[in-house]
Nanobody, 126 residues
Framework: VQLQASGGGLVQPGGSLRLSCAASGFTFDDYAIGWFRQAPGKEREGVSC????????RYADFVKGRFTISRDTAKNTVYLEMNSLEPEDTAVYYC????????????????????WGRGTQVTVSS
């Protein structure tokens, strides 16, 4: 399984970015797929996920109404549209998928058998 994230960069507060994660090496629709992020000095935290076959979307409270996740099966790609970005959104964003990853009882969960991309840096600063 390979996950290649892209689309990060430097943006001013209030701006927008769209992250992409191209997946290969497995049947794209088999698993949920989504995003975590990690800011300097902080723990990794779940941002959003979308179920297999795009049945449902989940978001962390701190991005609800600002971020939108989607998946394109034809391109084996998941997207994260990020609007109204804040300095607190500054982090490395990681794409993740696998048999354990998902949203369960209010939390994003993952396991040892899940695959992670290398991450893309998002910096929100004036």
């Amino acid at each position: 399984v390979q996950l290649q994230a892209s689309g990060g960069g430097l943006v001013q507060p209030g701006g927008s970015l769209r992250l992409s994660c191209a997946a290969s090496g497995f049947t794209f629709d088999d698993y949920a797929i989504g995003w975590f992020r990690q800011a300097p000095g902080k723990e990794r935290e779940g941002v959003s996920c979308i179920s297999s076959k795009a049945g449902s979307e989940r978001y962390a409270d701190f991005v609800k109404g600002r971020f939108t996740i989607s998946r394109d099966t034809a391109k084996n790609t998941v997207y994260l549209e990020m609007n109204s970005l804040e300095p607190e959104d500054t982090a490395v964003y990681y794409c993740v998928t696998g048999p354990t990853f998902g949203y369960y009882r209010g939390s994003f969960v993952y396991g040892n058998n899940d695959a992670w991309g290398r991450g893309t840096q998002v910096t929100v600063s004036s």
